[in-house]
């Protein structure tokens, strides 16, 4: 058998890492070959997750880098075609929600090579989200559709797609941070900051709706009065970075850090006294870890972070960031279980899969 796995961006990395060892292991024989597409390029946003992850060297790189929707997708469409006819997969797998996850699955499913979809199945119902789009679009596109939670077959099913191509087996985001707790949890990342375990407010946001407008500098602020009570670690993506320039954001109490590596954020995240973000992953990793997490957004992909996890919505409003200290103050001690299936072993149940 032969298989090509599609990556691109951060998150795809920590979805994809813990299949790719999966399915080498089930078909060691088989031909795995790994596409990097190159959507994301800088060293912390991409080796070092390589790196940490154990995924082996790609065998492509696509190096589309940064540009609009259209050009960012364009391009991985006209790269991967000669790779997929180099290569000649049975199967082409993607994962989650990004620009060069709908690309791939566009450009096999042209080319009748069936696709599987790590993490099918979520909707937000908000089509002003470039993600949203993404999932609808890849999902149609799909052969094989691996989800990790009850609310995404009712998706799917509202949808047409049918039963026998979708399989519930769990997080595969889980199966990394289960693999790499250990590690995580001996990195002590917090004391190299300077801020005590239990004791900080860690926050990601990079999402256009927040940071590409004026919502930022009222986000900054709202920040900002927050570190007065309890120290804001904020490692900045580049996308917020570049965004950030042109507003004062050296406050007390406010840390501000690049990019980090796997290890030392999810060391931060299991550490954290809470967790604000508008990431979809984050809410999943806080939820399994027991780990308070506010979401500024309007909307959640991932319901089940709300109904069985620890997350709150909180609005894509900067003004709700002053509601963090008493909503902290108010929330019951006792940690949820983890979703069904979140549990390490999704990737074994997507490799049984793929394999009979
Ligand atoms: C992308 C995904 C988003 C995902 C996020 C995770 C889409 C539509 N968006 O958003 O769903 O949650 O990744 O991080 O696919 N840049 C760098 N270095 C890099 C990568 C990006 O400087 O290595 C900067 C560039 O200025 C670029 C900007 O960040 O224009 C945005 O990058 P892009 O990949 O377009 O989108 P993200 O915001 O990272």
Redesign the pocket.
């Known amino acids: 058998m032969r298989i090509v796995y599609v990556i ?4 795809n990395f920590v979805k994809m890492a813990p299949v790719i060892g999966a399915l080498r292991a089930r078909l060691p024989e088989g031909r795995h070959a790994i596409v990097h597409t190159g ?4 060293r912390p ?2 080796e070092v997750f390589l790196e940490q992850l154990g995924v082996p060297a790609p065998d492509h790189m696509l190096e589309v880098g ?2 609009s ?1 259209a050009q ?1 997708t364009a391009r991985v469409v006209e790269r991967l075609e000669p790779v997929l006819e180099e290569e000649r997969p049975d199967l082409v797998m993607v994962p ?6 709908v690309a791939a699955a566009l450009t096999a499913a042209k080319m009748q090579i069936p696709v599987a979809h790590i993490e099918s199945g979520l909707r937000s119902f908000d089509r002003t989200m ?2 949203e789009l ?1 999932r609808i679009v890849t999902d149609q596109l799909s052969d094989q559709l691996f989800i990790h939670s009850p609310e995404a077959d009712d998706n799917l099913h509202a949808e047409g797609i049918s039963a026998e191509r979708i399989h519930l087996v769990g997080n595969t985001m889980i199966d990394t941070l289960v693999a790499l707790q250990d590690r995580f949890r001996a990195a002590g990342s917090a004391g190299r900051l300077g801020v005590e375990p239990g004791r900080y407010v860690l926050v990601t946001l ?3 709706a927040l940071v590409d407008g004026p919502l930022l500098a009222a986000t900054i602020e709202r920040l900002a009065t927050l570190a007065r009570e309890m120290p804001v670690v904020f490692p900045v ?3 917020t ?2 965004m950030m320039e042109a507003i004062d954001s050296e406050h007390p109490g406010l840390l501000l850090c690049d990019p980090l590596g796997y290890i030392d954020f999810l060391s931060l995240v299991a550490d954290a006294g809470a967790v604000l973000t508008d ?3 984050i809410q999943e990793e806080t939820t399994y870890l027991g780990i308070p997490c506010f979401t500024l957004r309007d909307n959640t992909e991932r319901p089940i972070t709300i109904t069985a996890g620890t997350n709150t919505l909180l609005g894509l409003d900067p003004a709700a960031i002053a509601q963090l200290p008493v909503a902290l103050a108010q929330r019951p001690s006792n940690r949820p279980e983890p979703p069904p299936l979140w549990d390490g072993h999704a990737s074994k149940r997507i490799a049984d899969v793929v394999a009979s």
Do not use: A, I, K, L
Request: hydrophobic content about 5%.
């Open positions: 691109g961006t951060r998150p959507q994301h390029y800088d946003m991409s940064s540009g929707h960012q989650g929600d990004v620009n060069s996850t470039p993600e993404n990079h999402r256009p993506h580049p996308r970075r570049s990431s979809g992953g």
